[in-house]
C-alpha cells in the first residue's frame, strides 16, 4: 500500500481509500483526557498522556497490517511499570559505523531487538511513515483547534 | 555502497541475500526528507542508517513537542468547541 508522506500535508488522512482507525482513536483519546477532571493533575502529566495516546494510535492503527512495531509498541504501552531491562555484558570485537548504526536503530524502532536485518530494514519503513503521519495529525489537529 | 558492512546476524541456513539488503536500503533511503535534495544518488548504507536514526529521532521529539502544544492548547480551550472546530475543518477538506 502506497502511502504518500509529506508532514506538511494538510489531510489527516494522506490515503483517501484507507480507513482512520488512527485519527478516531486519537481524536477519542484526546476527548477522554481533556473530560478527566481529576483536579490535581500536574500539566507535565496531561502532555504525557497526550504522547501516550498518539503512539497507541499509531500502533493501533497499524495493527491491520501485522506489523512487529506495532504489537511490540503496543506491548511497551501496556506495561504499567517500567520494567528493568537485563543487562547482559558481552566483549566483543570493535563494531563497524554500520554496525553501531545498526544497533542505533534497533533500540529505536519498538521491537527492533528481536528482528532479523530485512525484517528490521522493512519495519523501520513501516514505522517511518506512520510517524510522520501521526505528525501531521496532531499538526492538523493543533492548526483546526487554534483557528 | 557499503552495504557489505551491514552483516546479518543470521546463520548460514536463513541467508539473507545482499540483493535483499540493497533493495531494502534504498527503500528506506526513498523515505528520507534527504531523498528530496539528492535524488536518487546512491548513498552508502551507512549514511542511510544514520540518516534514518535522525529522522526517527526528529519524529519522536516532534511528537513531544505536539503533545506538550495540544496538551497546552486543550486546557484553554472547551473540547466541545475544539471538536466542533476540528469537525468543520474535516468537512471543508
Known amino acids: 500500500m502506497h502511502r504518500e508522506i509529506s508532514p506538511g500535508n494538510p489531510n489527516p488522512n494522506p490515503n ?4 482512520m482507525p488512527g485519527f478516531c482513536y486519537f481524536l477519542h483519546a484526546l476527548a477522554r483526557i481533556q473530560q478527566d477532571v481529576a483536579p490535581q493533575r ?14 497507541a494510535s499509531m500502533a493501533v492503527a497499524a495493527a491491520p497490517r501485522r506489523m512487529a512495531w506495532s504489537r511490540a509498541l503496543l506491548r511497551r504501552l501496556r506495561r504499567r511499570s517500567a520494567s528493568p531491562r537485563r543487562k547482559t555484558i558481552t566483549v566483543t570485537r570493535k563494531k563497524t559505523r554500520t554496525e553501531r548504526q545498526e544497533d542505533e536503530l534497533r533500540r ?16 523501520t519503513g513501516d514505522y517511518l511513515q506512520c510517524l510522520a503521519a501521526q505528525v501531521s495529525l496532531m499538526q492538523w489537529v493543533a492548526r483546526s483547534i487554534s483557528e | 555502497m557499503s552495504s ?6 543470521q546463520s548460514s541456513s ?8 540493497i533493495e531494502l536500503v534504498s527503500k528506506l533511503q526513498a523515505l528520507l526528507p534527504e531523498s528530496r535534495i539528492r535524488g536518487n544518488d546512491r548513498v552508502s548504507a551507512s549514511k542511510v542508517l544514520q540518516d ?3 529522522y526517527i529521532k526528529s519524529l519522536h521529539r516532534e511528537v513531544d513537542d505536539l503533545s506538550e502544544r495540544l496538551s497546552q ?7 466541545s468547541s475544539a471538536q466542533a472546530a476540528i469537525i468543520r475543518n474535516l468537512l471543508t477538506q
Do not use: H
Not at chain 1, 483517501?16 to 480507513?19: A, H, K, L
Not at chain 1, 524502532?109 to 530494514?121: A, E, I, K, N
Not at chain 2, 536463513?14 to 539488503?21: A, H, L, V
Open chain 1, 42 to 55: 500536574s500539566p507535565g502529566k496531561k502532555g504525557r498522556r497526550i504522547r501516550r495516546a498518539a503512539y
Open chain 2, 14 to 21: 536463513t541467508r539473507i541475500t545482499e540483493d535483499q539488503i
Open chain 1, 16 to 19: 483517501p481509500n484507507s480507513p
Open chain 1, 108 to 123: 529505536l524502532v519498538p521491537g527492533g531487538r528481536r528482528m532479523d536485518l530485512c525484517s528490521l530494514l522493512e519495519e
Open chain 2, 4 to 9: 557489505r558492512r551491514l552483516r546479518s546476524r
Open chain 2, 52 to 54: 534514518t536514526c535522525n
Open chain 2, 73 to 79: 492548547m486543550l486546557a484553554t480551550t472547551e473540547m
